[in-house]
């Protein structure tokens, strides 16, 4: 299902960036005083009152600036206000409304959205200053005073960013369908592998507006299972985006790979492993999807014997911090094992899926601990009491051990090693989480 997505906008300066940093509850859009500091959009994902949704920070708009930055700006914040479910205008106590506030909140207004104004810098607790009554004068209803420095007041108003979300519906597709993501640069050929499959099935093919934005989900039933492909715009670098929509597209990649199961991660095979695949397959790989790497345009790489070998080495040292991902090396254009990635799409998902018993994860356990003893320091030494799997979708295992500081990340991933070795696990991600227990408890 698409998130709902909310957009932070308003004048440079007033604090967006720090109410977005607030809400998503980490520093990640740059903070500074200096107007035009976030000139691109930046997303996050946030939770309020146990429901999910997108957080999009701008860059300040200045409507009458002539400045080619600041006027890229307001088109990326236009942009952003156009997508949006609710837009959150972001004022400043301290100066009062200005002329900018007022253009802003009247180009606001003729957007038809709901729009929720929060006025910033009010960092005193108790009765809201007198000042506030002016930002009436905005015609956008009830001001709500905050802090986004220290986050007061920011409650009360995602109760009203709240009230203005869609309803939360649930996928209109069932269970047994997996959700399979196609992202990746533009011109990888995604676009390209979703019409040779659709036009090679002969069970069901059918076109349906997708529930995130500017993509296409493609239903295929056939002898492998049921899918649903979400094809997505591709993601450039920023230097390469001129056209306005495309700023879209990382969104757009960003929210597909949320709704999918299993992402396929295209690869140009002209061009090879680049910074922006980087970018891509690291998203998918935070978010715990299972993953396939498709090398497509096989067909047109010049080939002598090994090739394929050296390419899947390389590509394995690129994709070091995925080292569970599966290759396949394919050609959308002349169909070339574009049949295989069904059965790879099939087996990662059972993979995400995977259960095990607590049981013969602590057989693991006890291999692993008694072929290499686990680290200590100042004479005191880690001990691991036992884990389980806490939940799947990527698998999770909760570890119990004396001291949480000793259980250092080459210990981890020799544990994680040893379950793959055992389980296998591939195309998933693992995540641990480590708890302290006192030796006497």
Same mark, same amino acid.
């Given at each position: 299902?698409?998130?709902?997505?909310?957009?932070?906008?308003?004048?440079?300066?007033?604090?967006? +960036?720090? $109410?977005?940093?607030?809400?998503?509850?980490?520093?990640?859009?740059?903070?500074?005083?200096?107007?035009?500091?976030?000139?691109? &959009?930046?997303?996050?994902?946030?939770?309020?009152?146990?429901?999910?949704?997108?957080?999009?920070?701008?860059?300040?708009?200045?409507?009458?600036?002539?400045?080619?930055?600041?006027?890229?700006?307001?088109?990326?914040?236009?942009?952003?206000?156009?997508?949006?479910?609710?837009?959150?205008?972001?004022?400043?106590?301290?100066?009062?409304?200005?002329?900018?506030?007022?253009?802003?909140?009247?180009? $606001?207004?003729?957007?038809?959205?709901?729009?929720?104004?929060?006025?910033?810098?009010?960092?005193?607790?108790?009765?809201?200053?007198?000042?506030?009554?002016?930002? !009436?004068?905005?015609?956008?209803?009830?001001?709500?005073?905050?802090?986004?420095?220290?986050?007061?007041?920011?409650?009360?108003?995602?109760?009203?960013? =709240?009230?203005?979300?869609?309803?939360?519906?649930?996928?209109?597709?069932?269970?047994?369908?997996?959700?399979?993501?196609?992202?990746?640069?533009?011109?990888?050929?995604?676009? +390209?592998?979703?019409?040779?499959?659709?036009?090679?099935?002969?069970?069901?093919? +059918?076109?349906?507006?997708? *529930?995130?934005?500017?993509?296409?989900?493609?239903?295929?039933?056939?002898?492998?299972?049921?899918?649903?492909?979400?094809? *997505?715009?591709?993601?450039?670098?920023?230097?390469?985006?001129?056209?306005?929509?495309?700023?879209?597209?990382? $969104?757009?990649? !960003?929210?597909?790979?949320?709704?999918?199961?299993?992402?396929?991660?295209?690869?140009?095979?002209?061009?090879? =492993?680049?910074?922006?695949?980087?970018?891509?397959?690291?998203?998918?790989?935070?978010?715990?999807?299972?993953?396939?790497?498709?090398?497509?345009?096989?067909?047109?790489?010049?080939?002598?014997?090994? *090739?394929?070998?050296?390419?899947?080495?390389? $590509?394995?040292?690129?994709?070091?911090?995925?080292?569970?991902?599966?290759?396949?090396?394919?050609?959308?254009?002349?169909?070339?094992?574009?049949?295989?990635? !069904?059965?790879?799409?099939?087996?990662?998902?059972?993979?995400?899926?995977?259960?095990?018993?607590?049981?013969?994860?602590?057989?693991?356990?006890?291999?692993?601990?008694?072929?290499?003893?686990?680290?200590?320091?100042?004479?005191?030494?880690?001990?691991?009491?036992?884990? *389980?799997?806490?939940?799947?979708?990527?698998?999770?295992?909760?570890?119990?051990?004396?001291?949480?500081?000793?259980?250092? =990340?080459?210990?981890? &991933? !020799?544990?994680?090693?040893?379950?793959?070795?055992?389980?296998?696990?591939?195309?998933?991600?693992?995540?641990?989480?480590?708890?302290?227990?006192?030796?006497?408890?």
């Amino acid at each position: 299902m698409s998130l709902p997505l909310v957009a932070v906008v308003g004048r440079p300066n007033v604090g967006k +960036s720090t $109410l977005f940093n607030k809400l998503v509850g980490k520093r990640i859009s740059i903070v500074e005083d200096t107007p035009g500091v976030t000139r691109d &959009r930046i997303y996050s994902k946030c939770e309020w009152r146990s429901r999910e949704f997108m957080v999009v920070d701008t860059g300040g708009i200045e409507p009458q600036s002539e400045d080619i930055i600041l006027s890229q700006m307001r088109r990326q914040a236009e942009l952003a206000v156009e997508r949006a479910d609710v837009i959150v205008l972001v004022t400043d106590i301290r100066c009062g409304v200005t002329a900018d506030d007022m253009e802003v909140a009247s180009m $606001l207004r003729k957007s038809g959205k709901p729009i929720v104004l929060a006025v910033n810098k009010c960092d005193t607790l108790g009765e809201p200053p007198m000042e506030l009554y002016e930002f !009436y004068n905005l015609g956008l209803g009830e001001p709500f005073p905050i802090s986004s420095q220290h986050g007061h007041g920011t409650g009360d108003m995602l109760d009203e960013i =709240f009230k203005y979300f869609p309803d939360d519906k649930t996928e209109d597709y069932d269970e047994e369908y997996i959700k399979v993501a196609v992202i990746g640069k533009p011109n990888a050929g995604k676009s +390209s592998l979703i019409n040779r499959i659709a036009g090679e099935e002969r069970v069901i093919v +059918s076109d349906i507006a997708g *529930t995130t934005r500017d993509a296409t989900d493609t239903i295929i039933e056939n002898d492998n299972g049921k899918y649903v492909f979400i094809d *997505t715009a591709g993601i450039r670098k920023k230097s390469k985006v001129n056209e306005k929509i495309e700023h879209f597209s990382v $969104l757009r990649a !960003y929210m597909a790979v949320d709704r999918a199961d299993v992402c396929i991660i295209m690869i140009d095979a002209t061009e090879g =492993f680049t910074e922006q695949d980087s970018k891509i397959a690291g998203y998918a790989h935070e978010q715990g999807k299972a993953s396939v790497v498709a090398v497509n345009k096989w067909d047109a790489v010049e080939k002598e014997t090994g *090739t394929m070998k050296e390419f899947e080495t390389k $590509l394995r040292n690129d994709f070091s911090f995925m080292s569970y991902v599966p290759f396949v090396f394919i050609s959308a254009k002349t169909g070339q094992r574009v049949d295989k990635l !069904y059965e790879m799409i099939n087996h990662v998902h059972d993979q995400n899926c995977m259960r095990i018993s607590t049981g013969m994860l602590n057989d693991v356990l006890s291999y692993a601990t008694t072929r290499v003893q686990p680290p200590s320091d100042k004479g005191k030494r880690l001990k691991i009491y036992y884990m *389980t799997q806490a939940s799947s979708k990527p698998p999770t295992f909760v570890t119990f051990v004396n001291k949480s500081d000793l259980f250092h =990340f080459s210990y981890q &991933r !020799y544990i994680e090693n040893q379950i793959r070795e055992t389980f296998g696990l591939t195309g998933t991600p693992v995540r641990f989480i480590v708890r302290e227990r006192g030796e006497g408890k």
